[in-house]
């Protein structure tokens, strides 16, 4: 895990990110790819607004060509490996198609914004179309505790599998390992499997499994992140299928809406 894919942009959730991945990069001893989206104005209107449209987008990219150099200006004294590319479309699309050679992507998780970009579809399309881990941060997270205490939502998925195997070297900086399970009836692989794999990493996690199908499982993950005192939550994205949490919500959904802490997600 040495890529790490910064999403660049100027707006409210830049500085979080920022912070973030600097953290991770330098605990990691990674290489920071720093990836300025434009985005393309979104207008509806009628026979003039394309006129109105390439104005916008003129003034979109004005304000990241600003962006850049006041970024790369302090990128220069922060003492980690950079790259940085420039691309204009979708913030999802080029995040996803920047994402080929990236072990983790870093982005944030504002509910929304007027009129773009609302991060928290961005963060959910990211995680779901790139296959890689996504970290993704309250605005007003100030960095990102790698030597802190990980909290894994286990619900023996396919998801949470994957998220777990690619970020054990972001699990080995960690002080300690959490791994919490609400038992809901459904089959899967269990915690106890997972802490043996763990362990053969040299993690040795603790276990703590609940029997509630009275409260949603992000409540429940939110409340022992909270007892427990985790710095991030790491979890499967998208779980039971990305139709399904649009249409009726989730607990991906609901803790990208609630947590106040960095949520590490992959699918």
């Known amino acids: 895990m040495k890529n790490i894919l910064l999403l660049v942009h100027d707006d409210a959730g830049q500085e979080a990110r920022f912070q973030t991945a600097l953290d991770i990069t330098r605990a990691l001893e990674g290489h920071l790819m720093c990836l300025d989206v434009t985005q393309i104005p979104a207008i509806v209107g009628d026979y003039y607004s394309g006129t109105a449209e390439a104005t916008l987008l003129a003034d979109e ?3 990241e060509t600003e962006n850049r150099t006041k970024m790369e200006a302090r990128l220069a004294h922060e003492g980690v490996p950079w790259d940085w590319v420039d691309m204009t479309g979708a913030m999802a699309d080029c995040v996803t198609y920047a994402a080929g050679l990236a072990d983790l992507i ?32 309250p605005d007003d997270a100030k960095r990102f505790d790698t ?12 998801p949470v599998m994957a998220t777990m195997r690619a970020c054990i ?85 609901r803790m990208l809406a609630t947590s106040s802490l960095p949520l590490v997600l992959g699918h």
């Open 106 to 137: 870093v982005v944030n998780r504002k509910l929304d914004a007027f009129p773009t970009p609302d991060m928290r579809g961005v963060t959910g399309a990211i995680a779901v179309r790139s296959g890689k881990p996504v970290v993704a941060v």
């Open 61 to 63: 990219r004005r304000r």
């Open 169 to 253: 070297p972001l699990l080995r900086l960690a002080e300690a390992v959490h791994l919490f399970t609400v038992d809901d009836g459904s089959a899967g692989v269990s915690a106890e499997e997972a802490a043996a794999y763990l362990s053969r990493h040299d993690i040795h996690a603790t276990i703590r499994r609940i029997h509630d199908r009275q409260h949603h499982a992000d409540a429940l993950i939110l409340e022992e992140c909270g007892v427990w005192r985790a710095s991030y939550c790491l979890m499967g994205a998208f779980s039971h299928g990305r139709l399904t949490e649009a249409l009726f919500g989730g607990v991906t959904r």
């Open 147 to 158: 030597a802190g205490r990980a909290l894994i939502a286990w619900d023996g998925s396919d």
